[in-house]
DNA sequence: GCCGTTTTCGGCCCGACTGTTTTCAGTCG
């Protein structure tokens, strides 16, 4: 699976070309790295099959540039690049305000190459010598350089969103507002967000700008202006403002949400009919024709309304034109919980506790599944702790009313492929998740191996987080999807939708692939406190941007339907 | 470098803000 680091070349030779001002080579190179990281199926497969210069923004020069990519590990072309200009591109772009053009300057006239050199030039005030650059520009990368070496970027959607939302809260206090809305990468629940954008609606933009450079949770002003204003946040995070009345709100909203990508077919159709879309509406002859809501501006441009989680510009915009999105899976769908942990082993609730929360969600079930024996790290039940817990499952379901709670465990997969309890417990339960929590490393054939062998057992009904990836922390270990999927049909096996916010595993994309392959989903939250089993909003939401419907997902399901389906007896 | 029910050549999304500029380039989203 090279997907990440095919695009990954293709957006460093874009950083060089945009060095030189070369545009259009440029965005060549982003749309195709776009494609290709995007894609919900593996590059060296499609290449395989000869069809490279079938996706979109990939012709007969980058496809042998992808050819070369797979077959040699490198690019010359690239390798050539970066021994021209050898700067560290990735922490040098981290600073604010400092892009290709100026990187380029900086390593022409000062020699530059990395944030130790851009800190010395910069603290001999030898930067205010060059052209366009001034005692302001000096001390705002000082200011930046910090900040860009202790933030490495992006951050869990998990932790973003709450904090997101207390700061919609608190400007909506003002009275001055009409409406506030998060909009950007959280909107559209990126699984990592870089900033917080926020849309408002009134008449006085003053105000609230006012306000929302000075508001408690604001650590310094980046910029102000009429309508766009830019502050840090005291979290490290920067938020973004702008202001907007009424009759623009849904142009903005559109524009402000995002994608860039997808804002860029959409402004291509506009054109093509004619038209222009801005922020401020979709315009002819600066006639506004449309521009209040949302639903508005996709129609004119003839498109169905497209949910916010669709809008990366995977296909969305042509599957909108054809009236043919999918019916997403939606936030009050969720009927259960299958994954979930208790003091039992490495959790910090009780059974009853997880119970009566559940139910406070409006579920109608949920599964223990605490680990078992071989992970002594994580509690681990030996057989003996499994049957006492079972009959604790018994009383509280006594105790309880309107809610299921089934037995369950999750199991260990060890390095040959083996779990660590014996057939003949596992199938007393309701459900058994099987994991690989040891052996990471392994090559491609040997993990798809062991995820099989775990398949074919049985009692196995799910596979929990199935590529292992810890988000900004672990690699997704290597494995052979096409296989995988296959043989989740072929034993009727569930693959979870992790929904732990450093899990979120399967991932987007992958959800998108096993659901062309005709697999089925679970979305369970891994949960191991009870406030946890509110990261089920994070799941839905993954699996909406894997274009995921409710007949897709096992625990939309009511209880009797979902023992009967799935044979979890 | 890619792409085409107006084009195989000539286009390629659009606007706000900042700093250093006398009219604009660079960056950002």
């Known amino acids: ?36 990281e995007t894609l919900s199926l593996d590059i060296e497969d499609v290449r395989s099959e000869g069809r490279l210069q079938e996706l979109p923004g990939i012709g007969s020069k980058i496809a042998q540039k992808i050819e070369e990519i797979i077959d040699t590990g490198s690019l010359e072309y690239y390798e050539n690049l970066k021994k021209e200009t050898p700067v560290d591109f990735e922490a040098l772009l981290a600073v604010e305000g400092l892009g290709p053009k100026t990187i380029k300057l900086l390593y022409k006239e000062l020699g530059v190459k ?46 973003v969103l709450p904090q ?44 609230v700008t006012d306000f929302f450079t000075s508001m408690k949770f604001t650590e310094e002003v980046i910029a102000k202006g009429s309508s766009k204003s830019t502050v840090r946040l005291k979290n490290g995070l920067d938020a973004d403002l702008r202001v907007f009345p009424e009759d623009e709100f849904g142009s903005a909203f559109v524009y402000f949400t995002g994608s860039k990508e997808m804002n860029i077919e959409l402004r291509k159709i506009a054109i093509k009919k004619g038209l222009k879309l801005n922020e401020y509406g979709v315009l002819r002859d600066d006639e506004q024709l449309a521009g209040k809501t949302e639903e508005d501006v996709f129609n004119i441009l003839g498109l169905s309304y497209i949910e916010p989680e669709l809008r990366e510009n995977r296909g969305e915009v042509d599957a909108a034109a054809l ?13 259960g919980d299958l994954q979930m942990h208790t003091k039992w082993s490495d959790g910090s609730s009780t059974i009853k506790i997880m119970a009566e929360s559940a139910k406070n969600l409006g579920y109608q079930y949920l599964a223990i ?23 604790e499952i018994d009383q509280v379901n006594q105790e309880l009313e309107d809610i299921t709670i089934l037995k369950g465990l999750e199991v260990n997969i060890d390095s040959d492929g083996l779990l660590d309890i014996k057939n003949e417990l596992l199938a007393d339960m309701d459900v058994v998740l099987a994991s690989i929590h040891s052996g990471f490393r392994q090559d491609r054939e040997k ?51 992790n929904a732990h916010p450093n899990r979120l595993d399967l991932s987007d994309i992958n959800i998108r692939r096993a659901l062309e392959a005709g697999c089925k989903l679970v979305i369970n939250t891994d949960a191991h ?14 699996s909406r941007r894997g274009w995921a419907e409710k007949k897709d997902i096992i625990n939309t399901l009511p209880l009797k339907k979902l023992l009967k389906n799935f044979n979890l007896n």
């Open 1 to 36: 699976m090279k997907n990440q680091k095919v695009a990954w070349i293709f957006n460093r030779i874009a950083d060089y070309l945009e060095m030189d001002g070369i545009d259009f080579r440029t965005k060549a190179y982003r749309n195709a790295a776009h494609t290709i």
């Open 114 to 159: 990395n944030l130790d050199d851009l800190e010395r030039e910069t603290k001999r005030h030898h930067i205010r010598r060059l052209r366009g650059m001034g005692d302001k520009t000096e001390k705002k990368i000082l200011e930046n350089l910090e900040f860009a070496r202790k933030n490495t970027g992006r951050r869990l959607l998990g932790y």
């Open 164 to 207: 997101s939302r207390e700061i919609q809260e608190e400007i909506n206090k003002l009275d001055i507002v009409e409406r506030v809305e998060i909009a950007g990468s959280i909107r559209r629940r990126k699984e990592t967000v870089g900033d917080i954008d926020i849309l408002v609606i009134t008449q006085n933009p003053d105000e």
């Open 323 to 335: 009236g043919k999105l999918p019916d997403l899976v939606g936030y009050h769908d969720l009927k």
């Open 369 to 391: 599944t605490d680990h078992t024996g071989t992970l002594r790290i994580a509690g681990g039940m030996g057989d003996e702790q499994i049957k006492m817990q079972m009959k």
């Open 447 to 497: 993990m798809t191996d062991r995820i099989i062998s775990a398949m074919e057992n049985e009692n196995v009904d799910i596979i929990a987080h199935p590529t292992g990836r810890k988000i900004q922390e672990r690699r997704a270990y290597d494995l052979d999807f096409n296989r995988i999927y296959e043989a989740a049909q072929e034993t009727n096996t569930i693959l979870e939708v």
């Open 529 to 542: 406190k009870r406030e946890e089993l509110s990261f089920a909003e994070l799941g839905i939401a993954t």
